[in-house]
């Protein structure tokens, strides 16, 4: 059973309370977070644990559905009544800070100098809130992905992966033939591998990685212009195309690919974090780690996109609840442990990784190490209805056979039209 230090979450609390004078009434902040299930406890002892040592603040914390967590994020904001601090994704961070949304993280509040020491507090999952030397907010989940192998299935196939797992997408082509097995009418009733072909998030985690491991980059995050025409980005989607209809391997018509490898009808997927274990484990399923392929030629070593999730706080709340509000983030932010022990949330704070729990899974190792590697998707205004657009010009040229050039210019044009309205 796991158990969470209380008195060390405490001591926290407090050593936050004396850094900072007691205001002179207590002032409430709202607190707005996504639903995360194994996380909800700890969030009530969290704020309980904060208000005991601060009692200048009070924490009014309210729980979304995760489905509609960002829609009311984006009326609060848009009808004034939006939380003073929130916690939503490095995916959104673009078109909030283009909003002028975002209050820059107050460094004395939160205990620190300058922005090195904040890297030094909270590790390398700061860089995806920090612009041009700013950051914007504290991390409390950091993620990337590795492929996972379902060990029956690759036995079942004679390979093991601890031996065979391939380690460019070339390699991935034929071990997934070696993987798939087929009915009579060759339609693969277990596929090898497959793409996360569900939600156009994963065109940004997975196939702009792809891009990028070939040097290409198909959003500038400053100058907010698009380069989907590119050789790069034809490589890629002629690989996609490939796997689904000149290999016949897999494709957006089968179930999607996480659901898929649960439920034993894909021997390998590559878009789960190192919270995936529970999962397996509830679906019976032994597995292995290994890392994302790259491409024989390519030329820039890093795995599938990171992303990450942060406590923000609201520029246009008052002075005093902006403080309020930058000092319970960073007492959630420093929480790394706890995180990761009862919610199975990693995060980049140093002594997560030095953890029984940690240092006992050896594949953890695999998700650090891409990490270190790993880039953020771009994060831009109209990251979604780029996402979208991508998905789009994806399916015209895998399902609908359409000339791939036509339709890369085409989404150019459109992405050139999204950014150019900010």
Request: proline residues 4%; charged residues 20%; aromatic residues 16%.
């Given at each position: 059973m796991i158990r969470i230090d209380l008195k060390r979450i405490c001591s926290v609390a407090v050593i936050a309370m004396l850094a900072t004078p007691a205001l002179g009434e207590p002032v409430t902040i709202a607190v707005w977070m996504h639903e995360h299930p194994p996380r909800l406890a700890l969030d009530e002892k969290l704020v309980a644990a904060f208000e005991q040592a601060n009692p200048d603040i009070n924490v009014d914390l309210t729980i979304f559905p995760n489905a509609q967590f960002e829609q009311r994020l984006q009326i609060?904001?848009?009808?004034?009544?939006?939380?003073?601090?929130?916690?939503?994704?490095?995916?959104?961070?673009?078109?909030?800070?283009?909003?002028?949304?975002?209050?820059?993280?107050?460094?004395?509040?939160?205990?620190?100098?300058?922005?090195?020491?904040?890297?030094?507090?909270?590790?390398?999952?700061?860089?995806?809130?920090?612009?041009d030397g700013v950051a914007y907010g504290l991390p409390t989940e950091v993620s990337n992905y590795a492929c996972v192998a379902n060990n029956a299935l690759w036995r079942t196939a004679g390979l093991d992966p601890a031996k065979d797992a391939p380690a460019t997408w070339e390699e991935m082509v034929e071990v997934a033939r070696k993987l798939t097995r087929r009915d009579d009418g060759n339609v693969p009733v277990v596929r090898g591998f497959d793409f996360n072909w569900s939600d156009?998030?994963?065109?940004?985690?997975?196939?702009?990685?792809?891009?990028?491991?070939?040097?290409?980059?198909?959003?500038?995050?400053?100058?907010l212009t698009a380069d989907?025409?590119?050789?790069?980005?034809?490589?890629?989607?002629?690989?996609?195309?490939?796997?689904?209809?000149?290999?016949?391997?897999?494709?957006?018509?089968?179930?999607?690919?996480?659901?898929?490898?649960?439920?034993?009808?894909?021997?390998?997927?590559?878009?789960?974090?190192?919270?995936?274990?529970?999962?397996?484990?509830?679906?019976?399923?032994?597995?292995?780690?290994?890392?994302?392929?790259?491409?024989?030629?390519?030329?820039?070593?890093?795995?599938?996109?990171?992303?990450?999730?942060?406590?923000?706080?609201?520029?246009?709340?008052p002075p005093e609840r902006q403080e309020a509000a930058w000092r319970f983030a960073a007492f959630y932010a420093s929480q790394g442990e706890a995180l990761f022990e009862e919610a199975g949330l990693f995060t980049t704070v140093p002594a997560v990784q030095e953890l029984e729990s940690y240092t006992s899974d050896g594949s953890n190792t695999i998700f650090t190490d891409e990490l270190d590697k790993a880039v953020f998707s771009p994060r831009v205004p109209g990251f979604n209805e780029l996402g979208d657009a991508l998905a789009r010009a994806r399916d015209r040229i895998v399902i609908n056979h359409e000339d791939a050039s036509a339709a890369l210019g085409e989404l150019e044009a459109e992405a050139s039209t999204i950014l150019g309205r900010f």
């Open positions: 609060g904001f848009a009808s004034g009544d939006g939380p003073d601090l929130f916690n939503s994704g490095s995916f959104n961070i673009g078109q909030y800070r283009h909003s002028r949304l975002l209050a820059p993280v107050d460094l004395k509040t939160v205990g620190v100098d300058d922005l090195n020491e904040l890297k030094a507090k909270f590790g390398i999952g700061i860089a995806g809130a920090e612009f156009p998030i994963f065109m940004w985690l997975t196939f702009n990685a792809m891009v990028n491991q070939l040097g290409g980059t198909v959003i500038d995050e400053a100058a989907f025409d590119s050789v790069q980005v034809r490589t890629v989607m002629d690989f996609w195309s490939a796997w689904a209809n000149d290999w016949a391997l897999g494709g957006p018509q089968y179930t999607a690919s996480r659901d898929a490898f649960l439920a034993g009808e894909l021997a390998t997927e590559c878009t789960f974090g190192s919270w995936g274990r529970d999962q397996f484990k509830a679906a019976g399923i032994d597995y292995t780690f290994f890392p994302v392929p790259r491409w024989r030629e390519g030329t820039v070593d890093t795995g599938f996109n990171a992303y990450a999730y942060y406590m923000m706080v609201n520029a246009n709340a």
